[in-house]
Structures are given as structure tokens and as C-alpha cells.
T-cell receptor, first 117, second 110 residues
């Protein structure tokens, strides 16, 4: 069973361009989460999605960031008009639709390292 | 305000030494997770501790959950270079998000 896949692994964008980060969850997983890791802030939750629905986007910046998880295909985290402060590692996690010990256990992908020049 | 305080932030030791890292909070948790993140990779779950006072062993790693379920520790015996990485503690909040501590960056030199 393949793990969570993310691509690209590394992405370089100039200021003002758009960044699209893709996440394919593990087989049978219907929940996807995005996290961002900044050196000075640690790993922080951004958004939680189920197929075609955003469940919780409380960690998403109000502007320029959006996420989707369509019925078919990977989840996409989109950052418009990137700025230097968007440089970070972005991780996707997926979980099955059943709880283990009261929560949906999350499995992480290898991340996308975004560098904005 | 950091809900989970991890210490030390950085630790550099020689191969064969023992070490302990800590994860503290003023909150009570139903469970805590420990992850290891190697450079360039995502976090990998090591263990989940659930019961106050619980001790779990994973080869040379020993995890303990505090009696009051507010803190946890990770002890590594005879550290090896392969143990190098970022050790993160985390918990699931009511909404199902994982909330992480800042992590302990461990470097084990041969």
C-alpha cells in the first residue's frame, strides 16, 4: 500500500507567481490535512478536507491560499501571488474514514519544499 | 502560546550516550503522539501514549506518559547516528487537528 504522495518535492517560484502543491492520499483514505512547517514556527495545521468539502480551514491565511479535494484526483493546495514569507515545507496527511482511539489517525507525506525567490 | 513545550530545543551528543527529551503542558490530554522527522521527510509516528503513567518501549526508545497525562518523555539508550532527527510530540484537538510542539532537534555524532 503506497503511502501519501506529494508532488513536486521541491518547487521554486518567483514572487508573484502561483504555486500548486498536490497530495494523493493513501488508498482508502478520504480525509486530507495540510500543514505548514516554518523554521521559527514549527508544524502548524492549515486545512482539513474531505472529498469535495472543506471541513476546517481555520489555519489558512485569509488571502492568496486555497485548497480543494475533488471527487477525482489529488488534493491541491494553491498559493497565489507568492511572497518570500510563503517559503516553507508543506505537508499533507491523510486518514481513513474510521476513528482509532477517538480520532482519525493521520499519516504524513514527504512534503513539498517551496522556495520563493 | 505554545500548548506543548518541548525541551531541549537542540541536543548534540556522541554515539552511545543516553538522552531524554521532554514534552510538557499545563493541559490534560487523552493521548499524546511522538513523531520523528528526518531531514527532507515528513513526520513518522513512533508511538501513541494513552494511559497516565504508561511506559512504552520501541527498541532503544522508551516513552512515558505522566501520571496526570499532562507531560511525556522520550528516553533513548545508546544513541546511534540513525536516531538523528527532529522529535515532535503532538495531540489531536477536538476538531481532529494535530497540534505539535516545537520539537527537539537531535544530532548524534559517530
Amino acid at each position: 500500500n503506497a503511502g501519501v504522495m506529494q508532488n513536486p518535492r521541491h518547487l521554486v517560484r518567483r514572487r508573484g507567481q502561483e504555486a500548486r502543491l498536490r497530495c494523493s492520499p493513501m488508498k482508502g483514505h478520504s480525509h486530507v490535512y495540510w500543514y505548514r512547517q516554518l523554521p521559527e514556527e514549527g508544524l502548524k495545521f492549515m486545512v482539513y478536507l474531505q472529498k469535495e468539502n472543506i471541513i476546517d480551514e481555520s489555519g489558512m491565511p485569509k488571502e492568496r491560499f486555497s485548497a480543494e479535494f475533488p471527487k477525482e484526483g489529488p488534493s491541491i493546495l494553491r498559493i497565489q501571488q507568492v511572497v518570500r514569507g510563503d517559503s516553507a515545507a508543506y505537508f499533507c496527511a491523510s486518514s481513513p474514514p474510521v476513528r482509532t482511539g477517538g480520532f482519525y489517525e493521520q499519516y504524513f507525506g514527504p512534503g513539498t519544499r517551496l522556495t520563493v525567490t | 502560546t505554545q500548548l506543548l513545550e518541548q525541551s531541549p530545543q537542540f541536543l548534540s551528543i556522541q554515539e552511545g550516550e543516553n538522552l531524554t527529551v521532554y514534552c510538557n503542558s499545563s493541559s490534560v490530554f487523552s493521548s499524546l503522539q511522538w513523531y520523528r522527522q528526518e531531514p527532507g521527510e515528513g513526520p513518522v509516528l513512533l508511538v501513541t501514549v494513552v494511559t497516565g503513567g504508561e511506559v512504552k518501549k520501541l527498541k532503544r526508545l522508551t516513552f512515558q506518559f505522566g501520571d496526570a497525562r499532562k507531560d511525556s518523555s522520550l528516553h533513548i539508550t545508546a544513541a546511534q547516528p540513525g536516531d538523528t532527527g527532529l522529535y515532535l510530540c503532538a495531540f489531536y484537538n477536538q476538531g481532529g487537528k494535530l497540534i505539535f510542539g516545537q520539537g527537539t532537534e537531535l544530532s548524534v555524532k559517530p
